[in-house]
């Protein structure tokens, strides 16, 4: 989560769609009133908030909490991926944390039973599903976002620093999202995020 004063934008820290890399980059354009929550598994230091605090904070706590008097005139925005994808992602991550609960459990088993399916619409969206948030960037067109970012704000993200910070690189066996899927799996993960495929159009 980032609150810039500076730049008058706010970041809304969805699971598992590059989050913590967009703190890191963004870190040094920071200002010295600004706000990001940072994170210590990542190595991404915080400002101006309590270390460690949770980064992946909803839309009203935010507004009450860290920009009472400029949510509706700051720029919003976060990150969504594609479901399919992101269950992969949460699947490698969680066997990588909390390995007593997910070592030996298979993909198809996880997204079955697992309580921690990271649907983060609730977090940019009120209680009657209206889009908090002024744009929701694609993970798949991550290089867009930083070109956008780039021009609003004036910021010197390249390339090279977009695709070159791997904060959580090396955890997936599987790059490919559908060698891991199951027919049933495949109509579960449909059925858990079907607002956001509705929203946002992204197919199997």
Known sequence: MIVSHEHKFIFIKTKKT???????LLYPYLGDYDICSGSSRDNTPSLGIQPDTNGHIWWN??????????WDTYFKFTIERNPWDKMVSAYYWH???????????????????CNMIPND????????????VDKIYKYEDM?????????RFGFQITEEQVFGTKLKSNIREVKDYHDIYTPKAIEQTRNAFRKQIELLGYEY
């Open 121 to 132: 619409q609730a977090m940019y969206t009120d209680g009657g599903g209206s889009i908090v």
């Open 143 to 151: 290089m867009g976002m930083y070109n956008d970012l780039n021009d």
């Open 18 to 24: 590059a989050g913590s890399t967009l703190e890191k």
């Open 95 to 113: 066997r990588k944390i909390k390995p007593h609960l997910f070592s030996d459990m298979d993909f198809a088993t996880y997204v079955e039973t």
């Open 61 to 70: 706590e935010i507004k009450a909490k860290y920009a009472k008097g400029q």
